[in-house]
């Protein structure tokens, strides 16, 4: 009688919830987040043998108890548990996890109220094309009817759109990675017709830039880097598999055969070269080549982590946590974990290969055909042969062997217990997770037919995973704000109705990757101004009601790339290996083992960004700075800080402080005086003309050091040493240092490193 009293006052004493309970987007977190690691999937681990995520499970009766009563809180074991004040009995138990709060046991009680009704998790069903709402007088296209729907529902209007300069800007950066030359803002301004800012983003589409840009988004999740890693990391010849990934962007390769090539590739009928580097993606993880591995386990390693690589950047799921045990989560046991590493286990590589350097088997000669003609050219034209041998050399220093898949031993696969892979348990066959859409019937399921599934236009997965992503580049933040997790522990979508009709729009049109990029770029969403106002920081602080246009810090390569571009060093030369740009002095004293650390020269150093070295255990330091990824591992998100040493590294690191200088030496020999020249660099970094208060200080700051520097020729000396680049000798020292730290200034201000 007590127990039922103070049952009957905990839940009268609760808050009174109106609105129906809906499961996936209320219920499920808490479950997710606070009960299923012991009363879900993973059967190992599972107490009292009850899974709160089963609907049949949960509502059974056991011993006489139900854990859910539909209807009935007062007899759900559950809510029972969940209000209880002794610590043998409230769950989560003490000490672990963190106790639900009076709000989510509100929820439950509400839930089990209305009939504890189950969905299946919306990530994992196919999506549909739901009606378009009306848009009424705001809008070009369907992204725009969906946003201003969900706007209208908080209150909110959309902001005006963006200044022409702004948006120029913004669109550009985007489509490209690079800020536009005044030649083109001036053009778009110009040009006052209605498809003048489509003309733009059709121009940015067909640029070869496009591709790189996408291309360096890319190889964060496919681990791309130019070393083994581990100890001694020592350089390998993985470049012709980003050429690849940078031609197939620029000529918009359907995103279905994108992945159908990159997973497997090598075995289309009749693979091409292109085909078969492509595959490039599965071996872009690190290679040990320490003495004292253990073969065996390291080669296990590898499978692991093309597993897991697949399921981060295809499905948005996370595969590892099925390595030891069945997910806790996710509809995902570990024995499919493994049906999957048999996939990937066919290729003959070496788990250990000591003091490797280049490419491990098995690998290809990138672009043979071409290197075969161009030894055999050599041979008849250069007799000499220590000539023709140095000449060979060089050729294969553009045609390097790439690491790529290729099935050549049959071994038997079994799921491993804890993930060791010495402890061997059930034997499994090649096989495909089943909680998602239908699987290809057969015994011999390859990673040919894993690809196939993917992209077979019902996988509820892959086209939100991509389209959300693709979202979260432009806005900042994916409609699914965890782009790296779409389980069910993914965040509630901001517009679930608009993420499925990209997704089924994206399938529909025959994955079309520009035609997307497009429809999000042309969006009045997009191109709104990022002016907030008082009452919309309120209602949308995040903004992920998309009550205004985007602001976003640039990514690491974006910084780098439109530092050498204002200052006119950049050179342009699309693909080819990657190069030692500047170094902190010493920074790889410690963690060298085999050579030194040879920066390269001239025209190699002004490359974009996605072309310098990524040296894994040492990545380029301003780029780690920037939150780029070390490319040890997959990794499909990046996150954003702001931290004083990117400031100081954006005034002082060697690249951006030359960059300073060569914007100065074009500014100086623009002509005009100081003030026209300083209103001349403000807009090519900006896109638009400074106001009377902002060249005021810049005008007055260039004075005061043009003063220093006269008194100090040692100091401009100095400052106009910096980097390889030279000033010319004719322009003055003392003004060119003073314009140096100027346009220095101009390209930290907070305008120029956000788009």
């Known amino acids: 009688m007590k127990a039922n009293l103070l049952l009957v006052f905990l839940l009268g004493g609760l808050p009174t919830v109106t609105a129906e309970i809906g499961y996936n987007k209320e219920v499920l977190p808490i479950l997710a987040g606070k009960c299923l690691a012991c009363h879900g999937t993973d059967a190992a681990k599972r107490k009292a043998k009850l899974r709160l995520d089963d609907r049949e499970v949960a509502h059974a009766e056991r011993d006489g108890v139900r854990a859910i009563v539909p ?32 709000g989510e046991k509100d929820v439950l009680r509400q839930w089990i109220v209305e009939g504890a009704k189950y969905e299946r998790h919306w990530a994992f069903r196919t999506p549909l094309k739901r009606e378009v709402p009306g848009t009424g007088t705001w809008g070009v296209n369907e992204i725009d009817a969906f946003v201003h729907d969900g706007m209208s529902e908080a209150g909110l209007q ?21 800020p536009p030359a005044l030649e083109e803002v001036d053009a778009f301004l110009a040009d006052k017709s209605e498809q003048a800012y489509e003309k733009v983003v059709d121009h940015l589409l067909a640029s070869p830039r496009h591709g790189e840009r996408m291309a360096a988004w890319w190889l964060d999740g496919a681990r791309y880097g130019d070393s083994h890693g581990y100890d001694n990391d020592l350089e390998n010849a993985q470049w012709p598999w980003r050429n690849w990934v940078i031609e197939s962007f620029n000529a918009n390769q359907p995103y279905d055969q994108f992945v159908i090539w990159q997973l ?71 024995r499919e974990f493994y049906q999957l590493f048999a996939m990937f286990d066919g290729p003959d590589e070496k788990g250990f290969i000591n003091n490797l350097r280049g490419s491990a088997e098995p690998r290809i000669r990138y672009r043979q055909s071409e290197f075969d003609l161009a ?25 390097p062997h790439v690491m790529i898949m290729r099935e050549e031993v049959d071994r038997k696969a079994f799921v491993l217990k804890r993930g060791q892979y010495d402890a061997r348990g059930e034997e499994v066959s090649p096989g495909l997770p089943q909680a998602f859409s239908p699987v290809p019937e057969g015994e011999n399921l390859t990673r040919l037919d894993l690809a196939r599934w993917l992209v077979d236009g019902e996988h509820p997965l892959t086209a939100r995973v991509f389209v959300n992503r693709i ?4 806005f900042g933040t994916g409609i699914v704000k965890s782009s790296e997790n779409l389980g069910r522990q993914s965040d509630w979508p901001s517009h679930p109705a608009l993420l499925d009709w990209l997704a089924v729009d994206f399938v529909e049109s025959n994955w079309d990757v520009k035609r997307l990029l497009k429809l999000m770029v042309m969006s009045r969403t997009y191109r709104q101004s990022a002016v907030v106002d008082e009452e919309g920081l309120r209602r949308d602080p995040e903004n992920r009601l998309l009550s205004r246009g985007p602001r976003i810090r640039l990514q690491a390569e974006m910084l780098r790339d439109q530092a050498l571009f204002l200052s006119d060093l950049l050179v342009e030369r699309l693909g080819g290996p990657s190069w030692w740009v500047y170094q902190p002095a010493g920074l790889w004293l410690e963690v060298e083992k085999r050579g030194t650390f040879a920066q390269d020269h001239g025209e190699k150093l002004y490359r974009r960004s996605l072309y310098s070295r990524i040296r894994r255990t040492v990545a380029p330091p301003s780029m780690l700075l920037f939150d780029m990824p070390s490319r040890e591992v997959c990794a499909v998100k990046r996150n954003l800080t702001n931290t004083p040493l990117q400031a100081l590294a954006l005034m002082n690191e060697v690249t951006y402080v030359e960059a300073a200088k060569k914007l100065a030496e074009r500014m100086m020999t623009k002509g005009g005086t100081p003030t026209e020249r300083i209103a001349w660099g403000f807009r090519c970094a900006t896109a638009r003309v400074a106001d009377g208060e902002e060249l005021g200080i810049l005008v007055e700051g260039y004075e005061r050091r043009v003063e220093r520097y006269r ?27 003073a314009l140096t730290t100027v346009a220095n200034v101009i390209l930290n201000l907070d305008e120029v490193i956000n788009k």
Not at 78 to 99: A, F, N, T
Not at 279 to 302: D, K, L, M, S, V
Not at 389 to 397: A, D, N, Q, T
Not at 471 to 474: H, I, L, P, V, Y
């Open 711 to 737: 008194r100090d020729r040692k100091a401009a000396e100095d400052l106009l040493g910096q980097g390889e680049s030279k000033v010319p000798g004719y322009l003055p020292k003392p003004e060119m240092a």
């Open 71 to 102: 209807g009935n809180p007062g007899e759900s074991e559950l809510i029972l548990r969940i209000l209880s004040e002794d610590e043998e009995e409230v769950m989560p138990p003490p000490g672990e996890g963190k106790p639900l709060t009076a």
């Open 158 to 178: 959309p902001q005006r759109e963006a200044g022409k300069e702004g948006l120029i800007r913004r669109v550009t950066i985007d489509l490209t990675g690079l």
């Open 471 to 474: 979202w979260e580049q432009f």
């Open 264 to 334: 497997a590739g090598d075995l289309l009928p009749d693979a091409g070269d292109d085909q078969i580097v492509a595959t490039g993606f599965n071996r872009n993880h690190r290679i040990q080549t320490e003495g004292g591995a253990i073969e065996e386990e390291w080669r296990t390693e590898y499978v692991m982590d093309r597993v897991e690589t697949m399921g981060t950047v295809f499905l948005g799921l996370t595969l590892n946590c099925a390595r030891c045990h069945d997910h806790k989560y996710d509809p995902i046991s570990q």
């Open 375 to 399: 030894v055999k050219k050599l041979e008849g034209e250069v007799p000499d042969k220590k000539a023709r041998e140095g000449r060979i050399r060089e050729l294969e220093s553009r045609h």
